[in-house]
């Protein structure tokens, strides 16, 4: 099992700029969430995807996007980049069981420096 | 809004010693609770998790943490540390439909060192 795999592992662009970070989940795992790490810091949630839709939304702004794939596969895409986005993108994959509990596993992270 | 406190940003211990680690947390429901560890420049590791049921848990490493409603607590502890255990600690808190797997909201961190 491949487990929660990130891709690039580390970015780096220019203010201004548009980014697109992507993640394959754990096999068997149907829910993609994406959560910012800044430097020093807590992870924060960006949004949460099931089924193909949005389903939760953390206070990130609209520049922030994503997309869930058929193969449950997403990404994360960030407009107009910003100093202050510099940060480890995390994807966490989890399988959604009704009425149940169930753990999130994370990804490597995506080292993005936006210069 | 449910939020998550980890009073100490760093703590040192020396290798074969006891370790807890605190963590506070604020949420109007049932919480669901989690300690992952993270070491440099890498995703984060589950090392324990509560649901529901018998309070004390325990998870991999040797680690293990209690939920205390009463203090809106959930410590990490281990036994006896060692040196690998070196990395940064975060406590999280869970909240969705199924709870778990859905929107974690973290703790800032406290970040373990180990002196041999």
């Known amino acids: 099992d491949a487990g929660v795999t990130q891709s690039p592992t580390h970015l780096i662009k220019t203010r201004g700029q548009q980014v697109t970070l992507r993640c394959s989940p754990k096999s068997g795992h149907d829910t993609v969430s994406w959560y910012q790490q800044a430097l020093g810091q807590g992870p924060q949630f960006i949004f949460q995807y099931y089924e193909e839709e949005e389903r939760q939304r953390g206070n990130f702004p609209d520049r922030f996007s994503g997309h869930q794939f058929p193969n449950y596969s997403s990404e994360l895409n960030v407009n107009a980049l910003l100093l202050g986005d510099s940060a480890l993108y995390l994807c966490?994959?989890?399988?959604?069981?009704?009425?149940?509990?169930?753990?999130?596993?994370f990804g490597q992270g995506t080292r993005l420096t936006v210069v | 809004a449910q939020s998550v406190t980890q009073p100490d940003i760093h703590i040192t211990v020396s290798e074969g010693a006891s370790l807890e680690l605190r963590c506070n947390y604020s949420?109007?429901?049932?919480?669901?609770l989690f300690w992952y560890v993270q070491s440099p420049g890498q995703g984060l590791q589950l090392l324990l998790k509560y649901f529901s049921g018998d309070t004390l848990v325990q998870g991999i490493k040797g680690f293990e943490a209690e939920f205390k409603r009463s203090q809106s607590s959930f410590n990490l502890r281990k036994p006896s540390v060692h040196w690998s255990d070196a990395a940064e600690y975060f406590c999280?808190?869970?909240?969705?439909?199924?709870?778990?797997?859905?929107?974690?909201?973290f703790g800032t961190g406290t970040q373990l060192k180990v002196e041999l």
């Open positions: 966490a994959s989890s399988r959604e069981v009704r009425a149940s509990n169930t753990e999130a596993f």
């Open positions: 949420y109007g429901a049932t919480p669901y």
């Open positions: 999280a808190v869970g909240q969705g439909v199924t709870g778990g797997g859905n929107k974690l909201t």
